[in-house]
């Protein structure tokens, strides 16, 4: 099925108009939209011109009709798992917002799902999207950077206005939460870390029940290193600073910053003046993300980020909680 022939409804409209723009600008259909708040759903419907017969308060109204190919899932977390699965088992392809789901149990729910529906689930770790990150994995890719020996990537958020609503459940910790964005991104350019070992404190929002900053360092393998800071308290405008460290070079770069910079070695393996590289600043490249979702379908090809990418990411995030509330090590189990 060609991108322009796909019939996709958008549930939960608030980031979820993110993915209305991103299916409109790849020729996608919008064929309905759904949220359970009216307000919401005339927001969006006004501001997208999606005629009245298009929008639905229920999300379950959808599930039988035809009419209807995919559903991007942008709803609180904690429903993540009742409504993809929902939509796969009705025979729809499911894009899910990140992070996957916030349980272990959760995440393999879906992934059955997944499997028995035989259609695609994608996680929108939009990150890999990001025109910065896209770059640093090709540079990884291509040898420039040499090995990588260590990484390191921040996600530094405040969420002081964020937090009075669902992102307030203990299960909704920062690290799962925004964090999974740096851990998904460590996980993309370097694989599944083998052990995790974190701290935490709760100094700066005493309103949730969870740690504000949180650092985890991680060994990939016996020549791999990384470190992942999330800090939903911060005092600084959004960031995720991000540092890859190679044999033949190092890479700083960030999906706020127009420019990243590129540090290599001469024949001798002394560092040289920098590259300053510019790249475009899109850290929500929702219609990337769409493409790969519409591309994967119409190609008949496992999507980028499926559900096993997501169950990967999730299975790290937690393991460095538990980390941080236990004060031991934990080696991710990634048998699903
Ligand atoms: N990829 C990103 O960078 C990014 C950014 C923001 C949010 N998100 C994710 O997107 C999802 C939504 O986040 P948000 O910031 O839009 O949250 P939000 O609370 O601002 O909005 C959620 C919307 O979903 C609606 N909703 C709730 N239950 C529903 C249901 N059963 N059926 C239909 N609609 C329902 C609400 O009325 C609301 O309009 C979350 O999973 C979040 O983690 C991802």
């Not at 993540?80 to 025979?91: D, N, P």
């Not at 990484?151 to 920062?174: F, I, Q, T």
């Not at 005493?206 to 900053?213: E, F, G, L, M, N």
């Not at 020549?223 to 992942?228: C, E, H, I, Y």
Request: charged share 30%; aromatic share 8%.
């Amino acid at each position: 099925m060609k991108r322009e022939k796909l019939n996709v409804a958008v549930i939960g409209l608030r980031f979820g108009m993110a993915h209305i723009e991103g299916a409109a600008g790849c020729g996608a259909n919008v064929a309905a939209i759904c949220d359970v708040d009216e307000e919401h759903l005339r927001f969006a419907g006004e501001r997208y011109g999606i005629p009245e017969e298009q929008r639905f308060t229920d999300p379950r109204a959808l599930l039988g009709r035809e009419d209807i190919d995919a559903a991007v899932i942008a709803v609180p977390d904690q429903l993540h798992r009742e409504l993809s699965c929902a939509f796969l088992e009705a025979g729809k392809h499911v894009l899910c917002e990140k992070p996957m789901a916030l349980t272990r149990e959760d995440a393999r729910a879906m992934i059955r799902a997944a499997d028995s529906s035989r259609r695609q689930l994608m996680i929108g770790q939009i990150c890999r999207f990001t025109p910065a990150f896209e770059k640093a994995k090709e540079l990884i890719s291509d040898g420039t950077l040499g090995d990588i020996y260590f990484l390191e990537s921040e996600y530094a958020h405040d969420y002081m206005k964020l937090v009075d609503n669902w992102r307030s459940d203990p299960l909704r910790h920062g690290v799962i939460g925004g964090g999974c964005h740096a851990i998904d991104l460590l996980r993309w350019l370097a694989g599944d870390p083998a052990e995790v070992f974190a701290y935490g404190t709760h100094r700066l929002l005493p309103q949730v029940p969870y740690d504000d900053a949180t650092v985890a360092v991680m060994r990939f393998d016996e020549r791999t290193m990384g470190k992942v800071f999330v800090s939903t308290g911060c005092k600084r405008d959004y960031t995720m600073r991000t540092v890859i460290y190679g044999t033949k070079g190092t890479l700083i770069c960030d999906n706020t910053s127009p420019t990243m910079t590129l540090f290599t070695a001469d024949d001798e393996g002394v560092t040289k003046e920098p590259r300053i590289l510019d790249v475009e600043v899109n850290n929500h490249n929702a219609a990337r993300e769409f493409a790969e979702f519409a591309d994967s379908i119409a190609e008949g090809r496992l999507v980028l980020t499926d559900a096993r990418e997501g169950a990967r990411t999730v299975e790290v995030c937690l393991s460095i909680i538990e980390s941080s509330k236990t004060g031991r090590p934990v080696r991710p189990d990634y048998s699903f």
